[in-house]
């Protein structure tokens, strides 16, 4: 809120020094302005309304200063008017946005609760499936060990069959001798006992 003050009364503004004074010039007057706003605002602001009183003079000199400053003055409040309407309208445009923005913000929210959710499952995971991949690999070197023990019997076992095959086919041409000996000794037998006979014969014969 700023007051504004003649020249000619400036000295009843010397009891509000809490507030900054700024000397301005608006249509060729001088005039004081206390407010809170610093002086490049307050000069700022000061020039604006003395170009809209300038501008609506220069369009009609018939127009005495106070019906100019009036004219600027109901132009400004045009402006300002129109300049809330358009914020009003700004803002009922916005109301949509900003509810989907909030309505975005929850979404975002809850992402990232899931993500870290999920995150800490998959570290979870992860550690099962380290302890997983190091069972596995102790299992593997087992299995690795047991297969290496199993070939070196298999091996053994082949070796064994091929000493049994060996042994079978020893004992085969055993039995093969053993019945060829037979023969022969049966052979020798019946000679000896045909022998024998005829000795037996012959000596009869001689008595």
Same mark, same amino acid.
Do not use: C, H, W
């Given at each position: 809120?700023?007051?504004?003050?003649?020249?000619?009364?400036?000295?009843?503004?010397?009891?509000?020094?809490?507030?900054?004074?700024?000397?301005?010039?608006?249509?060729?007057?001088?005039?004081?302005?206390?407010?809170?706003?610093?002086?490049?605002?307050?000069?700022?602001?000061?020039?604006?309304?003395?170009?809209?009183?300038?501008?609506?003079?220069?369009?009609?000199?018939?127009?005495?200063?106070?019906?100019?400053?009036?004219?600027?003055?109901?132009?400004?409040?045009?402006?300002?008017?129109?300049?809330?309407?358009?914020?009003?309208?700004?803002?009922?445009?916005?109301?949509?946005?900003?509810?989907?923005?909030?309505?975005?913000?929850?979404?975002?929210?809850?992402?990232?609760?899931?993500?870290?959710?999920?995150?800490?499952?998959?570290?979870?995971?992860?550690?099962?499936?380290?302890?997983?991949?190091?069972?596995?690999?102790? &299992?593997?070197? /087992? +299995?690795?060990?047991?297969?290496?023990? @199993?070939?070196?019997?298999? %091996? $053994? =076992? !082949? #070796? *064994?069959?091929?000493?049994?095959?060996? &042994?079978?086919? /020893? +004992?085969?041409?055993?039995?093969?001798? @053993?019945?060829?000996?037979? %023969? $022969? =000794? !049966? #052979? *020798?037998?019946?000679?000896?006992?045909?022998?024998?006979?005829?000795?037996?014969?012959?000596?009869?014969?001689?008595?």
């Amino acid at each position: 809120m700023y007051n504004i003050y003649n020249k000619i009364i400036k000295g009843r503004d010397e009891v509000m020094t809490e507030k900054n004074k700024v000397d301005v010039i608006i249509d060729g007057r001088n005039f004081t302005v206390v407010g809170e706003g610093s002086e490049e605002y307050v000069k700022g602001l000061a020039q604006y309304v003395d170009e809209k009183i300038r501008d609506i003079s220069s369009k009609n000199n018939k127009l005495s200063n106070s019906m100019a400053a009036t004219l600027a003055a109901f132009n400004i409040a045009d402006e300002l008017y129109r300049t809330s309407e358009e914020f009003k309208d700004l803002k009922i445009k916005s109301k949509g946005p900003m509810e989907q923005y909030d309505n975005l913000v929850k979404l975002l929210e809850d992402a990232e609760k899931k993500i870290n959710k999920l995150e800490k499952e998959a570290n979870y995971y992860k550690d099962e499936l380290l302890e997983t991949k190091k069972k596995n690999e102790e &299992l593997n070197k /087992k +299995i690795e060990k047991k297969e290496s023990t @199993l070939e070196l019997k298999e %091996k $053994e =076992l !082949e #070796e *064994s069959q091929d000493m049994i095959k060996k &042994l079978q086919d /020893k +004992i085969f041409e055993n039995q093969m001798e @053993l019945i060829e000996t037979k %023969k $022969e =000794l !049966e #052979e *020798s037998l019946r000679t000896y006992e045909q022998e024998k006979r005829i000795l037996s014969q012959g000596g009869n014969l001689n008595r």
